[in-house]
């Protein structure tokens, strides 16, 4: 798996209309190393977005000119870069409609700085995601992957180069978000068994307690929209399953 990088060499856009909250958050990604280039509305964000050169941005909901979410449609229109949206209230429906738009995850305000620092990584080790080889016995060379020899997972009209992480449907190019993508291997790796919203939150979004399963539910909404709505089954009071044919 490839190293999380170097704060210095992070740049993270922060789109924040209140300055005090803006400069704070700003200072506080400063001190810890990352280079952090500020915006005060949805649509300055949107052209500091498109100038190019971030690696993650944070995005506050209650935007004037243009809001979050439609900030953050606008980017994944354009772009798998991690978004991460900060809200008020963890309960507001801003919240999901920020995730249905193709936020990554998301933060309450006033979040404590370890707390977004931790997010962060975890954004960026979702976009520089690499699956580690399978070891192999006796000193062989690493095998590629389950499936074909090159790596490939096929399941139905979707097939998964584990290798080149790319996925295709029917033959045509889907594009993932990072952590569309490593949801999908997490489903990939144990085709027909039932994974847990628990397991998923641990495994794909890194989250070490009870996190807010609507992150899960929505992600996999999303999913499902890209690669077929039947590919991934619900089961009900136990969480999600890749289907094999």
Do not use: N
Not at 102 to 109: I, N, P, R, S
Request: glycine share 10%; proline share 7%; with cysteine.
């Amino acid at each position: 798996m490839s190293a999380i990088p170097v704060p210095e060499t992070v740049s993270v856009l922060l789109v924040e209309d209140d300055a005090t909250i803006r400069r704070a958050v700003q200072l506080s990604l400063e001190r810890y190393g990352y280079r952090v280039t500020p915006a005060e509305d949805g649509l300055a964000g949107l052209e500091a977005f498109r100038a190019g050169g971030h690696d993650l941005l944070i995005v506050d909901v209650m935007l004037p000119e243009l809001d979050g979410i439609g900030l953050t449609r606008r980017v994944r229109e354009e772009s798998p870069v991690p978004v991460l949206i900060m809200s008020a209230r963890g309960d507001a429906l801003d919240v999901v409609a920020g995730l249905e738009a193709g936020a990554d995850d998301y933060v309450v305000k006033p979040v404590d700085t370890g707390v977004l620092v931790a997010r962060i990584r975890t954004l960026l080790r979702r976009a520089t995601f690499r699956p580690d080889p399978a070891p192999a016995p006796d000193g062989a060379a690493p095998a590629a992957s389950a499936g074909t020899p090159d790596g490939t997972l096929v399941f139905g009209d979707l097939s998964i180069d584990t290798l080149g992480l790319e996925v295709r449907r029917a033959g045509q190019p889907v594009q993932l978000t990072p952590t569309e993508l490593r949801l999908l291997l997490e489903f990939a790796a144990s085709p027909g068994a039932v994974l847990d919203r628990r397991r998923l939150l641990r495994e794909v979004w890194d989250y070490g307690w009870e996190g807010d399963t609507r992150v899960v539910d929505l992600c996999v909404l999303r999913l499902r929209k890209k690669i077929g709505a039947d590919r991934i089954e619900t089961v009900r009071g136990f969480g999600y399953k890749l289907v094999r044919g």
